[in-house]
C-alpha cells in the first residue's frame, strides 16, 4: 500500500533553516510528481511546490520563493524540503502529497500524516 | 491569481444531502477535486476531476461543475462525514500554481 512518511520537523527560530523528508513507498516514485502542502495551526491547506517525477520542473507557492527548495532523491525514493529564512508564518503542518497529473490538472491522492514545524523565539 | 471561495460552515441533519460549493471564476472550464480532513488526520481525496470517486470512497459522495460554481454533494450524510472539506484546482494560467478554497466545516447535527 502507498506511504508517506515525513520527518524533520521541529522548533526552530525565526531565520533559522530546516530540512524536512518525505520517505515513499507502496508505488513506482519515479512515476509521480510530489508537492509539500503546509496546514497553519487551526488553518486551511496552503501548497507550498511541487516537483515533476523527473524533478526537472518545479513549481513554488510566492510565499516560500527564494526560501524553500524542493529537491527528490529517486533512488532513495525521497522527498526533501529545504526551508531557509524562516518566519513565524512558516509555522505549520507539512504534508508530503503524491501528485497524480492528468490533462490541465494534478490530483493529490496520497498524503503523509504530516510534521509539524515550530518557528518561535 | 485565482480565488476559490468556499462557506465557512454547513449544518445538515443525519440522514439528509448536504451540499458544498467551492466558486471561482469559470471554474467550470477546470478540473475541480475535493479532500476531507477530519481533525488531527491528513486530507483524504474523496471526489476528483469534478465528479469521480477514488476506490474504497462510498457511492454518497459525488460532485457536479459548472460555470462559476462546483459542488461536493454528500448523500445520506452519517455523522462520521463531520469534517473539514476543501476543494482544490491547478491554475495553469498562473504560474502552474496549485489553489486550495478555504475549506468549509460540515456539521451533523
Known amino acids: 500500500q502507498v506511504q508517506l512518511v515525513e520527518s524533520g520537523g521541529g522548533l526552530v527560530k525565526p531565520g533559522g533553516s530546516l530540512r524536512l523528508s518525505c520517505a515513499a513507498s507502496?508505488?513506482?516514485?519515479?512515476?509521480?510528481?510530489m508537492s509539500w502542502i503546509r496546514q497553519a495551526p487551526g488553518k486551511g491547506l496552503e501548497w507550498v511546490s511541487y516537483?515533476?517525477?523527473?524533478?526537472?520542473?518545479?513549481y513554488y507557492a510566492d510565499s516560500v520563493k527564494g526560501r524553500f527548495t524542493i529537491s527528490r532523491d529517486n533512488a532513495k525514493n525521497s522527498l526533501y524540503l529545504q526551508m531557509n529564512s524562516l518566519r513565524a508564518e512558516d509555522t505549520a503542518v507539512y504534508y508530503c502529497?503524491?501528485?497524480?497529473?492528468?490533462?490541465?490538472?494534478?490530483?493529490?491522492?496520497?498524503w503523509g500524516q504530516g510534521t509539524l514545524v515550530t518557528v518561535s523565539s | 491569481s485565482y480565488v476559490l471561495t468556499q462557506p465557512p460552515s454547513v449544518s445538515v441533519a443525519p440522514g439528509q444531502t448536504a451540499r458544498i460549493t467551492c466558486g471561482g471564476n469559470?471554474?467550470?472550464?477546470?478540473?475541480v477535486h475535493w479532500y476531507q480532513q477530519k481533525p488531527g488526520q491528513a486530507p483524504v481525496l474523496v471526489v476528483y476531476?469534478?465528479?469521480d470517486r477514488p476506490s474504497g470512497i462510498p457511492e454518497r459522495f459525488s460532485g457536479s461543475n459548472s460555470g462559476n460554481t462546483a459542488t461536493l454533494t454528500i448523500s445520506r450524510v452519517e455523522a462520521g462525514d463531520e469534517a473539514d472539506y476543501y476543494c482544490?484546482?491547478?491554475?495553469?494560467?498562473?504560474?502552474?500554481?496549485?489553489?486550495f478554497g478555504g475549506g468549509t466545516k460540515l456539521t451533523v447535527l
Open positions: 502529497a503524491r501528485g497524480r497529473v492528468e490533462m490541465a490538472t494534478i490530483v493529490f491522492d496520497y
Open positions: 507502496g508505488f513506482t516514485f519515479s512515476d509521480y510528481y
Open positions: 516537483i515533476s517525477s523527473s524533478g526537472s520542473t518545479i
Open positions: 469559470n471554474i467550470g472550464s477546470k478540473s
Open positions: 476531476d469534478d465528479s
Open positions: 482544490q484546482v491547478w491554475d495553469s494560467s498562473s504560474d502552474h500554481l496549485v489553489v
